[in-house]
């Protein structure tokens, strides 16, 4: 609640997001009607209940076995974890795709500050799949993760298929081309598989703007960029017998500090009179 747009009525927020969750049964029943053309029959767990369920289990130290125990207790009755774990099985993902959608949007109107620049990371990982259903073949498949990380909430997980392995940059440019109007106002923070003069071309063109980390040896890095070069120190300690006893506690402890250097490279296109050289590496 931080971020909390202060001329906003509280109670207005609450009500935005209870009106995202009003008539949950009705809406989900007449998914799956329109999908599959099944009626569900009325039953003492209700999706409405399911859906709170699913919801409380995202809370950190919540376990299914407690809310089941809760919503028992509360209403008397003896509903196994089974039960939940079934119906829960029967709400189709357009439903839930419905929901994240909206709560966003109530997200983006309440608390995101639109005259501050939203940092958002971006990558693609990889993943084995079998949608061919050939035996014995797996596909090698593109996901592309986009996450804000200034208010700390995941935009989206895309998943690309077959057809886009080792096509990260191009994945990213043609999102970027959907969803332009979104992302006016924000900085992309991207690792050196994004390290092309295309790529960056591509940005400038489009005024979108970056830090990227590009590789160490790149040259030619195009005009209007700032270049920022330094070199993270790591250590480590590793125990070794022969080296540097210590008494700890009574106990005798061997070891040795390994210090490890990383040089990194940045380009960026934000404004040096605003965006100094440490506000991009902490960025």
């Known amino acids: 609640m931080n ?15 209870n009106d995202i969750f009003s008539n949950v049964d009705k809406y989900i029943n007449k998914i799956i009607f329109d999908k599959y053309k099944i009626i569900n ?27 089941v125990n809760k919503f028992n207790k509360n209403n008397n009755t003896k509903i196994s974890r089974t039960t939940f774990f079934e119906k829960d099985s029967k709400i189709p993902i357009l439903f839930w795709f419905t929901i994240y959608n909206k709560l966003i949007s109530v997200y983006n109107k309440y608390f995101v500050d639109k ?3 939203s940092i958002i990371a971006v990558d693609g990982t990889y993943n084995n799949i079998n949608i061919k259903n050939i035996k014995g073949y797996l596909e090698t498949s593109l996901n592309m993760g986009f996450f804000d990380v200034t208010n700390d909430i995941p935009i ?5 298929g077959e057809e886009s392995k080792n096509k990260e940059i191009e994945s990213l ?43 160490n040896n790149c040259n030619n890095i195009p005009k209007n960029n700032r270049v920022i070069k330094f070199t993270n120190f790591i ?27 990383n040089e990194y490279t940045l380009i960026t296109n934000l404004d040096s009179n605003i965006y100094s050289d440490d506000k991009i590496k902490e960025i």
Do not use: M, P, W
């Not at 971020?3 to 997001?17: H, R, T």
């Not at 039953?43 to 919801?55: E, M, N, P, R």
């Not at 022969?242 to 390994?258: E, G, P, R, Y």
């Open 3 to 17: 971020n909390l747009n202060k001329n906003v009525n509280y109670e207005i927020i609450v009500k935005s997001i």
């Open 235 to 261: 250590s480590e300690v590793v125990k070794n017998d022969n080296i540097d006893t210590h008494l700890i506690n009574n106990k005798k402890f061997s070891s040795v500090t390994l210090k490890t250097e």
């Open 41 to 67: 029959r009325k039953s003492k767990l209700s999706f409405t209940d399911t859906v709170i369920y699913a919801l409380e289990y995202t809370q950190n130290n919540k376990t299914k076995s407690d809310i």
């Open 173 to 215: 440019k043609n999102y970027l081309v959907k969803n332009k109007n979104y992302f006016n106002n924000a900085i992309f923070v991207l690792d050196r598989g994004y390290s092309s003069y295309n790529f960056i071309k591509f940005c400038v063109d489009n005024n979108i703007k970056y830090v990227i980390r590009f590789k």
């Open 115 to 117: 005259q501050k620049k």
């Open 156 to 160: 989206e997980l895309i998943f690309k």
